[in-house]
């Protein structure tokens, strides 16, 4: 089945520091792609759709400069967290939509982020 | 969007057959039904997608009835390795504008 990769796989940094998460597909092309967050206990919340060669559009309350998504290419989206707070400690999950498929969404491994 | 109701929690035992039912009572008419797994911090895994009456692959069957407004995946024989959270998601994959918007999942616990 398609792959989607993510990296950094868990990232520790400071307040105040920007942190850039990658997602891509590996062996498909991904006209769009979503990034969600999930909490402990919680379900995925989608924060923004992101759309190859576009601006990347944001679900509401999501601050768009504070997640700064970039998708400059059908195989590579990027998520940065802007000047990071330790309320922005959470797990990151990137999706995929491959334009010729079936199945709706591949999902990435995820991203641990804690800011200490 | 359609929105999804399943039940928080079930549990069952190692051989057992589990049914989780998820409600969608505003499924649009080119809404597909998607199931999803996912174990602690991973990201979630495709089970099984359907659209009407019944779908069978080779780790679950997804029953669907006439009006589409429910579904429910069918995890046979289950086993430890099953515990996890389960997803009930609705949307058109056919759709560039479609977008998967997550309930609160069922967290299965399967017991020796």
């Known amino acids: 089945g398609a792959v989607v990769s993510q990296h950094p796989s868990w990232v520790i940094c400071k307040s105040g520091t920007s942190v850039k998460i990658e997602c891509r597909s590996l062996d498909f092309q991904a006209t769009t792609m979503f990034w969600y967050r999930q909490f402990p206990k919680q379900s995925l919340m989608l924060m923004a759709t992101?759309?190859?060669?576009?601006?990347?559009?944001?679900e509401q309350g999501v601050e768009k400069d504070k997640f700064l998504i970039n998708h400059a290419s059908l195989t590579l989206s990027t998520l940065t967290v802007t000047s990071a707070h330790p309320e922005d400690s959470s797990f990151y999950i990137c999706?995929?939509?491959?334009?010729?498929?079936?199945?709706?969404?591949?999902f990435g491994p995820g991203t641990r982020l804690l800011v200490l | 969007l359609a929105k999804t109701t399943q039940p928080i929690s079930m549990d069952s035992y190692e051989g057992q057959e589990v049914n989780i039912t998820c409600s969608h009572n505003?499924?649009?008419?080119?809404?597909?039904i998607t199931w999803y797994q996912q174990f602690p911090s991973q990201g979630p895994r495709f089970i099984i997608q359907?659209?009407?009456t019944k779908v069978t692959n080779e780790v679950a069957s997804l029953f669907i009835p006439a009006d589409r407004k429910s579904s429910t995946l069918s995890l046979p024989r289950v086993s430890l390795s099953d515990t996890a959270v389960y997803y009930c998601?609705?949307?058109?994959?056919?759709?560039?504008?479609?977008?998967?918007?997550f309930g609160s999942g069922t967290r299965l616990s399967i017991r020796p």
């Open positions: 359907g659209y009407k």
């Open positions: 998601l609705v949307g058109d994959p056919y759709s560039s504008a479609s977008k998967i918007i």
């Open positions: 992101s759309n190859e060669g576009s601006k990347a559009t944001y």
């Open positions: 999706s995929a939509r491959d334009r010729a498929g079936q199945e709706t969404q591949y």
């Open positions: 505003n499924i649009a008419t080119n809404d597909y």
